[in-house]
Structure formats: C-alpha cells, structure tokens
C-alpha cells in the first residue's frame, strides 16, 4: 500500500486514510490481524477508523496496573526497607498503596516509585541544535513523518556550568529500549564522572550489534522518558554493554541504575494521597508490644515455677538464654524492632514453653 497515512485520534482508537480503491480488499485482509483487538469502522472512500474493543480496553488497563504493581515491588525491595507493604486497592482495583516504614527521605522514594524510567536508543538525523527551527532549516521547517524532536542538554557544558538545553531530530524507532536490558549500575566516565552502565540481553545486543554497525560515525541519542541524556558518536560496532552519562550526581546515578534495573512503568502514576506516620505513634506501638510481651513472660515464668517446682527453673534458664541469643543476633545485624518483631518474640515464648511441657509430661 502506498500513500496511506495513520493518525491517532486517542490511545483507544486511530484512523486510516488514503487506502486506494483498488487494494481495499488487500487493505482489508491486512487488517484482519488487527481486528483482533479492534473494530473497523467504515468513513469516507478510502478511510477507516479503528477502536478498540471494550473487553481488550479492560485488559490492558488491568495488566498496565499489574505490571506496574510488580514494578514498584521491585524498586521498593531495592530500597532495603524493613517490611514494606505494595497492594491493590480501590473500587476497580486500579488504585496501589504503597506502605514504607521508616523510610528517612520520603520524597526521594516517591521520585523512584513514579518514575517511568523509559529507556530508549535512537540514531540522531540531525543536530544538536540550539532551536527547534535552526534544527529543521534544512527540511523546510517540517519534521519528516519517520523522525521527531527530542530534548536534551549540551554534552560540552563544563562542569558546574547550567546546561544549555539543545534539541536533536532522532528516528522514532528506537534501536533498543529499556525492555532489552539485562541489568544496570552506577559506574564512571571516560572524564571521572557519575554514570550507569548496562548491559543488553541477548536480543538486545543482536539488535544493536545491527544497528551500531551500520551506522558508524553517527551519533546514538540516549534517551531517558522523552530527554536525551547523551549522545556519543559510535566509533564501533557495539554488543551487549553501554553506558548513560550526562550531568548527573551520584545519588542520582543510584537512583537511575534502581529504576532501569527494576524495569519501566507501563504508565505514569499519579499521587492521589500521602500520610506520614510519625515515630511518636510508632514508638507508643512498640512500648506497648514490650509491655506484653514481659506481661506474657512474667505470667509463664510464674505458671512454671508452680506448677513444675524445680524443674521449671530449667525450662526459665533455657527459655531466657534463648531470648538473649535472638536479641544478641537482632543487634549483631542491626536488625529493626517492629511489631511483627515483637510478635515474633512473643511467639519464641510460646514455642519454649510448649516444648518444656511436653517433656515434663512425657517424664
């Protein structure tokens, strides 16, 4: 088919124009594939408009919500927090809470968790260019229907220097994105400069094994959620290993080698609410759960002494060894006490002592 233009008149539904006659029927077999998720609707002669059917619009919201379930999981255990809860909630589901305890900087794992960490790589066509017109002089102003204007910064601004923000024309097909990469971590520069380097699955370094070495001496934009990072010329054919740098610091190259290793949002999200506890609450939770857990083992302590005389002295010894064991091992590994903690102990009472009795009884 020639001349045929797509447009996207919103995410669930896109049009078709200029089908001519004559390979309609053609058109038509060739959309069959695709009308597997959408229905076709007659326009105009030679226009076609496709919506997606409400059943497959569900599905894609309710895996778009499971994905990013998961993803956020992955960044928070990333995080090392002590027992963080991320579960679905709302009316349709579609809402997560996401429960951090004891986390010192709030806002900087409300940055990681919302960030969409789209990584793509695309040949650049033409620039950096200080305008968006300067960039598209040689086209007659117009952005040819197979490229698009991406932002970035100057890679020459010194450092300490406020980068300049310049603006490249890239391909829309990315060679790689952030769905090819196998793993990622903070590393340096060639100039001893924060930076993260990944690595490529298998696929990936095939794809950009391709496509490096067909286009040496151009640049490759690194784009990181619609931003180029960097551009560096490919000097080689490239495999399986690449790096990210720019004008980051190290936390921020920490941040970024979390988010791309944990995998990208399928979509943005949006904060409906935030709440923060404070330690006052917190501290009043656990002396409470102290108080009963010294309750509990004064009343067994008590119980085996009358009921087991001298024997229970025994079972108090071993009982009692054992606690200072589990707390001498909580602090050698700098471990929290939480209330689950607390119930943990609690528990360690109870299964001492159920064992005791059953020897006792059995003797």
Known sequence: ????????????????????????????????????????????????????????????????????????????????????????????GDHILVQLPGVANPQRAKDIIRST??????????????TREQLLQSRGGVVPGNMEIVPGVSNTAAAGDRA???????????????????????????????????????????????????NVGRYLAIILDGRVQSAPVIETRIF????????????????LALVLRSGALPASLTYLEERTVGPSLGAESIRSGVTAALGGLLLVVIFLLLYYKLSGLNAIAAMVINLVVLLAMMAYFEAAMTLP????????????????VLIFERI
């Open 1 to 92: 088919l020639v001349n045929v233009t797509f447009t996207g008149v919103d995410p669930s539904r896109f049009r078709v124009d200029g089908v001519p006659r004559e390979q309609d029927a053609a058109f038509r077999e060739a959309a069959i594939e695709v009308e597997t998720r959408f229905n076709r609707e007659s326009g105009t002669a030679g226009s076609y408009t496709f919506v997606m059917k409400p059943n497959m619009a569900v599905q894609l919201r309710e895996d778009a919500v499971e994905q990013a379930l998961q993803t956020i999981e992955r960044r928070v255990n990333e995080l090392g927090v002590a027992e963080p809860v991320v579960a679905r909630t709302g009316a349709a």
């Open 117 to 130: 960490a789209l990584l793509e790589l695309k040949i650049v066509e033409d620039g950096p260019a200080s």
């Open 164 to 214: 300049e923000t310049v603006y490249y024309l890239v391909r829309k097909v990315a060679v790689i994105t952030g769905r090819d990469l196998r793993n990622a971590k903070p590393s340096l520069d060639e100039m001893n400069r924060p930076a993260v380097s990944f690595s490529l699955n298998t696929d990936g370094a095939r794809k950009f094994g391709k496509a490096t070495g067909e």
């Open 240 to 255: 399986d290993e690449g790096r990210i740098s720019g004008t980051f610091t190290q936390q921020e190259v920490q941040d």
């Open 341 to 356: 903690g607390i119930a943990g102990f609690i528990l360690t009472i109870g299964m001492g002592v159920d064992s005791n």
